[in-house]
């Protein structure tokens, strides 16, 4: 009787224990962050009938779902977003505004993770390597990292180097991304000297080989894609990027890379909480290809569901049920393509020859009398302006300005210098505040243009295209799954700055350094909401440590 009585409360305590919180006491083991790079947040909502009970759904029916989730910035990009989920903060606290900007030491566009003081290692290739050195604020990574004196371990994957670096920030194990040719997994020497043997076991065997030559079809076996390498029409090859990272093969290579890292990096059997982010590239690089409504992207959105399920199915195989926390959210959407628009007399952009940047040239010229190289390149809708070319006795936030006039005669709805942005002299609208969110002091003089709705450039070869500062850009998914989540669908609007703060008082840490997001509160299963977080110090800490 009493044995019984006793076995009753050791089993509520340990459903009780199972649903606090606390990186300290490895609870949970792991938590495993899902990025999708461009999957908008109606895409859950849209095929939400045709998915699986253990992939998508398993977050929006169990887990806690928060359909209105928007980024409120301007620069709705894959590096400023990577970096945004990852800090909990925008692009004026973590510097990230842009996947490539102007240098003005080197003189040249840079990207966002691009190190000189690096190299890359993990295959047989050559170049610079990549870190997170332009970052301005500290990550989830980071503070799990430093609560734990580095006993966590973080690390980041993705096809694209941005996507595994900048949301796992500074302190991380290790980000890994692919060479674009080869598809092998590479790293940089910022995280490590030389790389791990299983990496380089990995890169030896048939890992990338296996998805050359396959064809993707539907499931009515529809043919999609093939994976068969063949040239471009100019006789280039087509990268391994873009064969097989155009497909969902795309994701099962990272899928499989993700299995292979937690295996031989023991993640989630250590006594703190490990962090694993998986940035999913594929539905971005086809996306950019077909448009968000074509039926090969629905066709990957149901392979990625089956995909997600697979590997939740490991992790269960792994931990346990209950040992590991999933959140899934995406770094930007997409807007629909011009001949949806077309279809559905939405605005259309008007295509134009000599693109924007010579279109721009063109008029700074004729109003200045003199042609120049007034731009020196477009990332758009951000224009990055060549102030040498403008009169000697014209400061940089004059140039831009002009160059912002000179935007709008283009068509732009209006546009933003970096100086108007910098020093907040914004509209008080809630469009200002977007773009004061987009703010960074890096890439030298430039503009920010605001297009039209539905507008994007006109002088892209992609079909479909992001970064305007509109909710289809800004709409992405974010939910929780986990015994510490209430499961529930929570309608409120709100922001991916709300996931790290949201998971660090979870795990009983410092939010990051520049933090500005909510914690969703409502999503915290009520178990833990009453008890608090089981906090205690780590095991490893002197036991005379001095307390100033
Ligand atoms: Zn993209």
Not at 168 to 183: P, T
Not at 365 to 388: C, M, Q, W
Request: hydrophobic residues 40%; proline residues 7%.
């Amino acid at each position: 009787m009493l044995r019984a009585k006793f076995a009753v409360l050791l089993a509520i305590l340990l459903i009780a224990l199972a649903c606090f919180g606390s990186a300290y006491q490895a609870n949970p083991k792991l938590v495993v962050i899902l990025i999708i790079d461009q999957f908008r947040g109606d895409y859950l909502e849209r095929y939400h009938s045709e998915f699986g009970a253990n992939g998508f759904r398993l977050f929006t029916d169990r887990g806690a779902y928060f359909p209105a989730c928007y980024f409120q910035y301007a620069n709705t990009r894959t590096a400023p977003g990577h970096a945004t989920i990852g800090t909990g903060a925008y692009s004026p606290a973590h510097g990230i505004f842009s996947n490539e900007w102007w240098d003005r030491t080197q003189k040249r566009m840079v990207s966002s993770v691009e190190d000189n003081a690096t190299k890359l290692i993990g295959a047989e290739v050559e170049g610079v390597g990549s870190s997170p050195h332009n970052l301005l604020a500290d990550t989830i990574g980071d503070e799990l990292r430093l609560a734990t004196q580095g006993q966590s371990r973080v690390y980041g994957i993705s096809l694209k180097d941005r996507g595994a670096i900048l949301p796992i920030g500074f302190s991380a194990n290790g980000a890994f991304w692919i060479d674009r040719d080869s598809g092998a997994w590479v790293t940089s020497t910022y995280y490590m000297d030389t790389p791990p043997r299983w990496l380089l076991a990995f890169n030896g065997g048939d890992s990338a080989k296996k998805y050359l030559n396959l064809e993707w079809k539907d499931t009515d076996g529809t043919l999609l894609a093939s994976t068969k390498p063949h040239n471009f029409d100019n006789g280039k090859p087509v990268s391994y990027f873009e064969l097989v990272g155009s497909t969902p093969f795309g994701n099962d290579y990272e899928f499989d890379f993700a299995r292979e890292l937690i295996q031989e990096e023991k993640l989630g059997n250590g006594t703190v909480t490990d962090l694993l982010l998986i940035s999913l590239s594929a539905n971005d690089i086809l996306g950019h290809m077909v448009g968000p409504d074509d039926p090969s992207m629905h066709a990957m959105a149901l392979a990625l569901d089956r995909q997600i399920a697979d590997f939740v199915g490991f992790l269960n195989q792994q931990f346990g049920q209950g040992q590991f926390w999933l959140a899934l959210t995406a770094d930007h959407g997409v807007a629909p393509t011009q001949a949806t628009d077309k279809q559905l007399k939405l605005p259309l952009a008007t295509p134009s020859d000599g693109g924007l940047r010579g279109q721009l040239n063109n008029d700074l010229g004729a109003k200045l009398h003199k042609s120049g190289d007034y731009v020196r390149s477009v990332s758009y809708p951000i224009v990055f302006v060549n102030t040498e070319a403008f009169p000697p006795n014209m400061s940089a936030g004059e140039a831009e300005a002009q160059v912002a006039e000179a935007m709008k005669s283009e068509g732009f709805l209006n546009a933003f210098t970096k100086e108007q942005m910098g020093n907040g002299e914004l509209p008080p609208t809630a469009l200002g505040h977007i773009y004061l969110n987009s703010y960074s002091p890096y890439g030298g003089a430039w503009v920010m243009g605001v297009p039209m709705p539905f507008i994007y450039a006109a002088t892209t070869k992609a079909i479909a295209e992001h970064g305007a500062p509109y909710s289809y850009d800004q709409h992405v998914p974010l939910a929780f799954y986990g015994p510490a989540f209430k499961p529930g669908v929570y309608r409120d609007q709100v922001e991916p700055i709300d996931l790290a703060p949201t998971l660090a008082v979870m795990l009983g840490l410092n939010k990051p350094t520049s933090s500005t997001g909510n914690v969703l509160t409502e999503a915290i299963s009520q178990r833990f909401e009453e008890s608090g977080p089981a906090v205690s110090p780590p095991k490893h800490r002197p036991a005379k440590e001095a307390h100033p």
